[in-house]
Every structure is written in structure tokens, then in C-alpha cells.
């Protein structure tokens, strides 16, 4: 019998909890080269889908535009699920888009063999995965860098989720993964 699917919060944030600018903009993220991918093809192999909310969504496709690119940031090769009440009329291969409510979803995709599941947020989508209890993992790369403001880790909102340590590494330019399971 296969595993069953993990919901894994895989992302990136200032010193201070900021996953982006108020803006969305995240280019305080490149600010050094580094050596390391910080386990980021590693991560990737245990993964066969991505959910993204909409701004994510929309500033990914922008991003990818700026850089000469059309369409081609999303990995074909993995389902990418976005939520939106107004999907764009345009298709961008290898995305659906999701409206459905977040419990229901997360209960049927996980009923479907696969490998672990990125949500790859923003901060309101990873809020409502987490109010679902439909969050098993974050694995959170906090950068040596403070942003002042932004859009946080996970949307607020009055709540209390503990958390246990998994494990902890450092990476010699000051990055550090914090790897935290939900108890369930």
C-alpha cells in the first residue's frame, strides 16, 4: 500500500515572515548566488503536483513574461492546481483551475495515487489549507534578510496550530530549513 499524499508547504521567507513584498515582488530573494538549491531538487523529486492561489498564479506568469519566457514556468510534467473563483480565458498548458471548496479537494486529491503535494501558496491559500487541516508539512527557508513589511508566511487569523520539529539546517551563507510536521 502507497504512503498516503502529503500536503507540504515548501517555501521561502524573510527573517521576518515575509514570503513577499506588499507588492508580491520577491527579488530580495536573489541576493546573493549561492551554491546550494537548498534542497530544492531533492524536494522536487518526492512531488507530482502544485498548488498555487491565483496572485501566485498570475505573478508567476509575469514573471515569466519579463524574462522573455511565454508560458513556460509551469512544469508540464506536474499537475498545477489553481484556485480561483475567475479562471482567465486563456489556457496555460499543464494548469486546472480549482474552485471548488479547499476540504473537499484536499480530501479527493489525496485519495488519488501520486507522489507529495507542493502548496506553493501565497500566504491566503497556505491560511485556508491550514484552517482545513489539510497541511501535514512546512519546510521554510528563512533568508539571512529582513523586508520590513509584506504579505506573510500565512494569512492571520486568530489561531493556534503546534507544530514539532523535524529538523533544522544551516546553510553557510546564513540560510536556514526549518522542517515542521502537524501533528495529526
Same mark, same amino acid.
Given at each position: 500500500?502507497?504512503?498516503? $499524499?502529503? %500536503? *507540504?508547504?515548501? %517555501?521561502?521567507?524573510?527573517?521576518?515572515? /515575509?514570503?513577499?513584498?506588499?507588492?508580491?515582488?520577491?527579488?530580495? !530573494?536573489?541576493?546573493?548566488?549561492?551554491?546550494?538549491? /537548498? #534542497?530544492?531538487?531533492?524536494?522536487? $523529486?518526492? *512531488?507530482?503536483?502544485?498548488?498555487? $492561489?491565483?496572485?501566485? /498564479?498570475?505573478?508567476? !506568469?509575469?514573471?515569466?513574461?519579463?524574462? #522573455?519566457?511565454?508560458?513556460?514556468?509551469f512544469d508540464t510534467k506536474l499537475v498545477n492546481y489553481v484556485f480561483s473563483g475567475k479562471p482567465p480565458r486563456q489556457k496555460t498548458p499543464g494548469v486546472a483551475f480549482v474552485s471548488e471548496p479547499v476540504k473537499e479537494f484536499a480530501q479527493r486529491l489525496r485519495t488519488t495515487p501520486g507522489k507529495n503535494i507542493w502548496m506553493m501558496g501565497g500566504g491566503e491559500l497556505i491560511a485556508s489549507f491550514l484552517d482545513a487541516g489539510e497541511i501535514d508539512e512546512f519546510d521554510i527557508h528563512v533568508m539571512p534578510t529582513l523586508i520590513g513589511e509584506g504579505i506573510p508566511l500565512i494569512a492571520p487569523r486568530h489561531r493556534d496550530v503546534p507544530l514539532h520539529l523535524h529538523s533544522v539546517r544551516k546553510y553557510a551563507d546564513g540560510v536556514v530549513r526549518l522542517r515542521y510536521e502537524i501533528p495529526g
Open positions: 500500500m502507497n504512503a498516503p $499524499r502529503k %500536503i *507540504i508547504v515548501y %517555501i521561502a521567507t524573510s527573517a521576518d515572515g /515575509y514570503i513577499a513584498r506588499p507588492d508580491g515582488d520577491i527579488e530580495w !530573494l536573489n541576493r546573493m548566488p549561492s551554491k546550494s538549491d /537548498y #534542497g530544492m531538487r531533492a524536494f522536487y $523529486r518526492t *512531488i507530482d503536483t502544485i498548488l498555487w $492561489r491565483r496572485k501566485t /498564479y498570475d505573478w508567476a !506568469l509575469d514573471y515569466d513574461k519579463r524574462n #522573455g519566457n511565454k508560458g513556460g514556468i
